[in-house]
């Protein structure tokens, strides 16, 4: 299918739908939603393209804290209004928009998210949902008393092959699981000194903005923004939270869990201002119906990741993809790499071939679908399509958070390397008082 048609496919069953059915939100009232969106250079760009390719979208304003990412997306989108304050556009355009799609750094996304929720707005985040766990815990809180429409920015939750992982092993393809492993070599770490000095701050950018709620501190160039802010504890959550949400989602999802009793993370000692270079995060989880008593989950990022290890050899001594996840189970074991590849069965150590038909029944599209920027958008189309009163999210705040949460847990035992913490879900704290200090962070007035 070219791009074209399958956009053109999804925006229609909208409108069909909008004729047949009533809008249960205050949302598209003219059956069409207006979205602004915060952050609009990086992945904000892909997030506007991905937005404006439904046929019943309009982007209405675009919000960046640097100005030449500001201009090159009002260029695109000339009919948008512009702002570099996610607090003026709001105020100014409380009536003008319905949608707010938030794509900043993450420190940033609950303090934009929890103001547009309570202006009772619909919201796209990216994600982490958030920074910390108390934020993750407040926003589902809040879009579940406004009874909101809200996707969190994993848009390959709803990919081909991520949806078919998730069938199979609820089909019990494997049996019940008992550990999971999962693996990714990118580094979002800093194991440098932390820098000292000041550079000047460029023209087009506003720094206070840029940290926003985040404390004080001097502008380093090429150290924070664009992109790197990911590897500084200030602002982003290192690898686990970049890519480990992405991969952390299927097995996830697939296996129902919610949060873990217990965390522990193998790697350096904490040096208050980066994310170790490379985590080795054990959990263990409360069983579900798709799992064993407990079940253990092991993350391995950063260079050299996942090592060796014998429940990842693979048939004929082939090489692991790159980064993935395998689920053991009782009755063999499921490759699922990432990304847009097909899960694999293995059982005594040789490949078995998947009957993907038979499983693949409900999948949205009938085969898996080789190109990102046609398969991308589905993730989106869902959220303007719930908005406008037309099925629901499938990575909704409720879910979201708690995926979030686990992760961020993850990261806190970073801060207490090789020492196992107790967490208590019912009371959200850690047994281990020390480590509760990190479940929330003060909001600095800007
Ligand atoms: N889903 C995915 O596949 C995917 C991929 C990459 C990034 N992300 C997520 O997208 C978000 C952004 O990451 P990135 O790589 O694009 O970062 P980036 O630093 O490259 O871009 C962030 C953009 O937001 C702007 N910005 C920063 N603070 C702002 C504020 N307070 N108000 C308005 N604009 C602000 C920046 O100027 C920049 O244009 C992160 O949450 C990240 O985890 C998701």
């Keep these: 299918m070219k791009r074209r048609d399958f956009v053109k496919n999804s925006a229609a069953v909208g409108s069909i739908a909008l004729l047949s059915s009533c809008v249960k939100t205050n949302l598209g009232r003219s059956g069409r939603l207006r979205t602004a969106h915060i952050g609009v250079g990086g992945m904000g760009a892909e997030d506007l393209k991905a937005m404006a390719s439904h046929n019943l979208v309009d982007i209405a304003a675009l919000c960046d804290v640097d100005a030449l990412n500001l201009a090159a997306a009002k260029k695109l989108y000339p009919k948008a209004k512009t702002y570099s304050d996610y607090r003026v556009l709001m105020k100014e355009l409380a009536g003008q928009i319905d949608a707010v799609v938030v794509s900043t750094p993450d420190h940033m996304h609950a303090p934009i998210s929890m103001l547009a929720m309570e202006m009772g707005k619909a919201v796209y985040c990216q994600k982490p949902l958030t920074h910390h766990v108390s934020e993750a815990r407040a926003m589902a809180k809040l879009a579940k008393q406004k009874r909101l429409v809200t996707q969190m920015g994993i848009q390959v939750h709803s990919f081909y092959d991520y949806i078919l992982g998730t069938k199979l092993i609820q089909s019990g393809i494997i049996g019940k699981v008992h550990t999971v492993h999962a693996w990714s070599p990118k580094n979002w770490g800093y194991d440098g000194e932390i820098p000292s000095g000041a550079d000047p701050v460029p023209e087009n950018l506003d720094w206070n ?4 709620t985040a404390r004080e501190r001097p502008y380093k160039e090429g150290m924070y923004h664009p992109g790197n802010w990911r590897k500084i504890c200030d602002y982003g959550c290192g690898t686990f939270g970049d890519i480990g949400v992405h991969i952390f989602d299927t097995p996830y999802n697939a296996l129902a869990l919610d949060v873990p009793f217990t965390v522990i993370n193998n790697c350096r000692e904490p040096n208050g201002f980066g994310f170790p270079e490379n985590n080795t995060v054990t959990y263990e989880f409360p069983g579900t119906k798709y799992t064993a008593d407990t079940l253990k989950w092991v993350w391995y990022d950063g260079p050299g990741a996942p090592g060796v290890h014998k429940d990842l050899e693979l048939p004929m001594g082939e090489e692991l ?25 293995i059982e005594d150590n040789k490949y078995v071939e998947i009957d993907v038909e038979k499983y693949a029944k409900g999948v949205h599209s009938d085969k898996p679908v080789r190109d990102y920027d046609l398969e991308a958008p589905a993730h989106y189309h869902q959220f303007v399509n719930a908005c406008l009163g037309i099925g629901k999210c499938t990575a909704p705040f409720s879910y979201a958070s708690r995926l979030t949460e686990t992760i961020l847990l993850g990261v806190i035992a970073g801060r207490f390397p090789n020492k196992k913490l107790h967490w208590n879900n019912e009371s959200s704290s850690f ?3 020390e480590a509760n200090a990190f479940l929330d962070s003060p909001y600095r007035d800007f």
């Design 321 to 345: 993809p790159d980064q993935g996840a395998m689920f053991m189970g009782e009755k063999g074991k499921l490759l699922l790499p990432h990304f847009m590849q097909l899960p694999r069965l």
């Design 431 to 433: 047994d281990e008082n």
């Design 209 to 212: 903005l840029w940290l926003g």
